[in-house]
């Protein structure tokens, strides 16, 4: 069954986060990518292509090479998935820091 | 917050599992009682201005707390069911959670919660992970919070909270 791939497939895999730290800093081909890891480089352009479809990479090509970048804009969906969980979590473990002094205190 | 304490919060999505971490400025005895005893729990679970009211706790395996988010005029009442499925005093225990009527009667889908608590040097660390049967309806309720513009304010976070708990 075909399933349309979102950004959390992208980044559920330990090869795909180091690609996806490679071409954060600048542009690479596949082969360069591909130097990074022991794996086959059949099994890095796999990785590749599931970035690809999740509409992680940016393609260009100049000459015969085809150079691969991060589509920044992709990755702050996973910010924004985030950040609402983490605002929650954040104000319920601070009323527990507060609960937390008045029991220090309270034992004194 | 003392800005030296850790949190950390990551998602695996694709295995529906959250993992949190915190620390605490209090000696692990103190943390123990405020994540296993009805009466501090009901201090800091809920968000503010709502409360947390807890009907029974039965803190043994196979034990249950059932227990309300009730909301700041007192009408709306979100109830919730927490079943306890594995105890090692102050160091680890584990719970099933899943949305209830007043009652008890648990809704069929809830969430696997595990805790585990250390300590060093009066810093105590709790790790948190959360299996969520349906993360796909956490997604959607995050999704309608953004609408309501929840991220702005976190007085506006409140129902959701009391779902997402």
Known sequence: METRRDIFQAIADPTRRAIISLIALHAMTPNAIAEHFNTSR????????????????????RGREIYYSLELKKIQEIENWLNPLRQIWEAQF???????SNMKKQKK | MNNNLQFD?????????????????AELSLVWDAFTRAEILDQWVAPRP????????????????????VSPDGTLERWAVQEYRSITPKTH???????????????????????????????????????????ARMEKQIEM????????????????FAQAK
């Not at chain 1, 352009?45 to 090509?61: G, W």
């Open chain 1, 42 to 61: 059949q099994a890095v352009s796999k990785h590749i292509k599931v970035l690809a479809e999740c509409d992680l990479l940016t393609q260009e090509e």
């Open chain 2, 145 to 160: 919070g953004f609408r309501e513009g929840f991220a702005m304010s976190l007085s506006n976070l409140d129902e959701f």
């Open chain 2, 9 to 25: 919060m990551t998602v695996d999505k694709a295995a529906q599992k959250v993992f949190i971490t915190r620390q605490f400025d």
């Open chain 1, 94 to 100: 601070n009323q527990l820091d507060n609960v937390l």
């Open chain 2, 50 to 69: 709502w409360t947390s009211r807890t009907k029974r706790m039965d803190f043994k395996v196979g034990g249950q707390r059932l227990y309300a988010m």
């Open chain 2, 93 to 135: 225990f584990a719970l099933w959670n899943a949305f209830s009527d007043k009652d008890g009667n648990p809704e069929q889908f809830g969430s696997d919660w595990d805790y585990t608590f250390s300590e060093e040097q009066g810093i105590t660390t709790v790790r948190i992970t959360i299996y969520n049967e349906s993360l």
